[in-house]
């Protein structure tokens, strides 16, 4: 059996490795712009002439106020993706802010393009995620108080529960400018076209009435 040579399977290890998050910038700034006609395409966002760019392309108010959790979820998630703020374009890193009601739920979700790191700032968190079939899909939980910092793996599901009698507020940093996001319940339940009845009875093993039930609900979103 032939091998092959230890450079090719440094060099494979590599770029493994270089692909699996943001790639690296090849310039200093890379502000994004909605103006194709000066802009330049890099990683998924136009880029402004860097002549062009000013201070407040790099600095982002939203996180500011606190987020309204007067939904059912009692929560609100507020993004400083690179939708929101534009500076962050190419630097693979971006941050949200997570408001909680008392009994308040962010839902169980993944971001397919980034690992998430959570600090809490008040109240007290139960949060988790579950691993893949790899694992047996393992739940990893804890409580965390103030000042305590959680990671959820980048691509698992996992959740946020304020399980204290007060408000609770948590901020995240994720390893992507454009981490992505995809709740759960929306995505199986609420998604556009519905997904076939017959394949949510059988994977789930539910009477149809029930998965019409589900599918008819307003699935909110605390983004």
């Not at 700034?29 to 990683?43: H, K, M, P």
């Not at 980048?154 to 529960?161: D, P, R, S, T, V």
């Not at 997904?195 to 009435?209: N, W």
Request: some cysteine; charged content about 15%.
């Amino acid at each position: 059996m032939k091998f092959l040579p230890i450079s090719l399977l440094i060099l494979a290890l590599a770029t493994a490795g270089a692909l699996a998050y943001d790639p690296s910038p090849l310039q200093d700034i890379c502000v994004a712009t909605n103006d194709l006609e000066s802009g330049v395409f890099v990683n998924g966002k136009f880029c402004k002439d860097p002549k062009q760019a000013t201070a407040d392309d790099f600095v982002f108010m939203g996180l500011r106020n606190p987020g309204n959790t007067s939904s059912p979820l009692g929560s609100k998630v507020t993004q400083a993706f690179v939708q929101q703020f534009p500076g962050l374009n190419t630097l693979g890193i971006s941050m949200a802010r997570i408001d909680f009601a008392p009994g308040g739920l962010n839902p169980p979700h993944t971001h397919p393009r980034g690992t998430e790191l959570l600090v809490v700032v008040e109240g007290t968190l139960l949060v988790g995620f579950v691993t893949s079939d790899q694992l047996n899909n393992t739940l990893f939980t804890k409580v965390l108080y103030k000042g305590d910092v959680f990671v959820f793996p980048i691509g698992l599901i996992h959740f946020q529960l304020n399980i204290g009698n007060t408000y609770a507020l948590a901020f995240s940093g994720l390893s992507s400018q454009n981490p992505g996001l995809i709740t759960i319940a929306n995505a199986v339940f609420g998604a556009k076209a519905p997904i076939s009845a017959d394949v949510l009875t059988k994977a789930f093993q539910l009477d149809k009435k029930v998965v019409d039930h589900l599918e008819a609900q307003f699935w909110y979103d605390n983004n």
